[in-house]
């Protein structure tokens, strides 16, 4: 990648920046995803070589900057691992995943500490989170935290029909409601994020008001 991107490299390469490549980043996680779905294991070696190389690139683009290098990144996460984990790298014991998955929870806001802290009962979502992932996200942080909901969330009907779900149902209710959505000109994503946004603002004014 420094090669490409050497003043005798690339053309193509040395014309682009972090918010250029972003959405390469996007579609490279989007076919390693599909090679994951079908377990295909070839293609999948290769998909996640173009993953890391969205990395290489913005980590060279920030090298190049005088910010941080592939060799930053690689020792962060690997820090993070360690630190993360002290009951693997340390003399602590813990026995299940949900005690580890508390742990992590602990130790992340932890680290968390000196920055800015948020007034939202909800943690931090990425702004460009698949509608769906962030509708499952807020519902998994409602239930998390035991939140209150008001009637944009039926909790006996969700809990209901979680009862007659399998993956094959879900995914044919999920293409169904797609094509439908196709058929009647309506965004499924912005749909999704809408009401999951609407569910969010709820539950924040309920939990206000609990507060108070």
């Not at 094959?168 to 293409?175: K, R, S």
Request: charged residues 35%; contains cysteine; hydrophobic residues 40%.
């Amino acid at each position: 990648m420094a090669r490409l991107r050497a003043p005798d490299g690339c053309p193509w390469d040395l014309e682009q920046d972090h918010q250029s490549i972003a959405e390469c980043l996007v579609d490279e996680c989007s076919e390693l995803l599909e090679t994951i779905d079908t377990l295909d294991m070839d293609h999948m070696r290769e998909e996640l070589g173009d993953v890391l190389l969205q990395v290489v690139f913005h980590s060279q683009l920030a090298k190049e900057s005088k910010h941080f290098d592939f060799e930053a990144v690689a020792k962060e996460v690997n820090d993070k691992l360690i630190r993360r984990h002290p009951h693997v790298f340390g003399d602590k014991s813990l026995y299940s995943s949900d005690q580890v998955l508390h742990q992590w929870d602990e130790i992340k806001a932890q680290e968390k500490k000196n920055k800015p802290v948020s007034e939202s009962v909800f943690k931090d979502l990425p702004p460009s989170l698949p509608a769906l992932m962030f509708a499952v996200d807020i519902f998994k942080q409602i239930e998390k935290k035991d939140l209150p909901t008001g009637e944009l969330v039926e909790r006996d009907s969700i809990a209901e029909m979680a009862e007659s779900l399998d993956e094959e149902t879900t995914g044919a209710l999920l293409f169904e409601i797609a094509a439908a959505c196709r058929t009647k000109g309506i965004d499924p994503e912005s749909a999704v994020r809408r009401y999951a946004r609407r569910v969010q603002d709820e539950t924040e004014a309920l939990a206000s008001e609990t507060v108070s």
